[in-house]
């Protein structure tokens, strides 16, 4: 059986063994629910839970661990936060732009459809990056750190900047899904009032995420029950504070538990820059290939002439190449520019030089 090459990390990033490990420990040996229980098993439950905090906000450089709340996941949060903003704040006006993933955007587009919000676009420049000098007033600004398409990072200070340049209340939003596999995150730098990422892209387990709240005393919880509460007498309720408030319910503790060890992992990655430029330059000699991503991206995206990318898909799979094809929870991007969806090459640190070599030759026998 042929060796499978899984160039689809953008999309889900494989699991090394010291998170399966770590994972499967904290479930033999220290397994319990967390905040409800005094025994030695709930108390390292408990400290797993903060260690994994603090290390969660030392890895976005966030100024306080009760900023960092747990979610499960990129989509999770981001619909979250709108309710929350929604729950806090008088929201007229949102800004979106071409660049967003779905998560980001139809959450917002849903609402402005039952006329409870209005829609504004962010332009874009020519090379599809967000165009902060013409920067809408808006409410809310929606910012998507970097396409899972195109993977270029934006310039997510300048966007902020330019929002509260336009109004200095406005609440920034930003996805971070794509952009955490690749660059690091400083949310003080960036100063957004909100961030969300998913653990799983940068190998970490399915179901956990994390959702930054820069003022999280400036909103209401978007969920209630266990855990959040502080106190109950009749009808009346008292909440706690931050992250608690925003965690009602049991967390995914044993992702959470591998989470820090996922992050660890991945910054000893340098990065998949010499496999990502070998790939571009040998396809960008192919033809019938156009490439739609620039030489300096974090991913290879490209479509075929006369090809349906599905087809692409079939094709390759064929060979034990795992590549993804379609609309990459990107749909307005596709659109913008006039095609309906792409192949996404994108690695990490299990792929080698050697499947490089491997794939381009087989892509090389498809299009031919």
């Known amino acids: 059986m042929n060796k499978n090459i899984y160039l689809d990390a953008a999309a889900s990033a494989l699991k090394p063994e010291s998170v399966i490990a770590a994972e499967g ?14 025994c030695g098993r709930a108390a390292a439950a408990d400290k797993m839970l903060a260690d994994a905090r603090f290390a969660v906000a030392d890895f976005i450089s966030a100024e306080y661990p009760n900023q960092v709340v747990f979610t499960s996941g990129t ?24 660049l967003d993933h779905h998560s980001a955007r139809m959450p917002w587009e849903h609402l402005a459809r039952t006329g409870k919000i209005k829609l504004v676009k962010i332009p874009l420049t020519k090379n599809y990056d967000i165009d902060y000098e013409n920067m809408p007033t808006a409410d809310v600004v929606v910012i998507t750190a970097m396409s899972n398409v195109l993977g270029a990072a934006q310039n997510v200070r300048e966007i902020v900047a330019a929002a509260r340049a336009k109004k200095r209340n406005v609440i920034t939003i930003v996805d971070a899904a794509q952009y955490v596999a690749h660059k690091p995150i400083n949310v003080k730098t960036w100063n957004c009032d909100f961030m969300c990422f998913s653990g799983h892209k940068i190998g970490a387990d399915t179901g956990v995420g994390v959702m930054y709240i820069a003022n999280s005393d400036s909103y209401n919880p978007d969920k209630f029950g266990g855990g959040m509460v502080q106190t109950i007498s009749g009808d009346n309720w ?22 820090p060890v996922a992050i660890q992992e991945w910054q000893s990655w340098s990065g998949a820059g010499d496999i990502i430029s070998y790939m571009y330059d040998a396809l960008s000699k192919m033809s019938h290939i156009r490439l739609l991503t620039e030489p300096d991206a974090k991913l290879i995206s490209f479509v075929v002439d006369n090809m349906h990318v599905l087809d692409f898909g079939a094709l390759i799979g064929a060979h034990d190449i795992c590549v993804r094809v379609g609309n990459m929870c990107a749909s307005w991007i596709h659109s913008a520019m006039g095609i309906d969806g792409s192949i996404r090459i994108s690695v990490g640190p299990w792929n080698t030089m050697d499947d490089a070599k491997v794939v381009v030759d087989v892509i090389r026998g498809i299009v031919k």
Do not use: W
């Open 238 to 259: 008292t909440i706690d504070a931050s992250p608690n408030k925003f965690e009602a319910g049991t967390l995914p503790l044993t992702q959470i538990a591998g989470l």
């Open 75 to 98: 989509t999770d949060g981001m619909n979250r936060i709108v309710n929350i903003v929604r729950e806090s704040c008088d929201i007229k006006t949102v800004a979106v732009s071409d």
């Open 25 to 38: 420990a904290f479930l033999r040996e220290s397994y319990a629910n967390t905040g409800r229980g005094v």
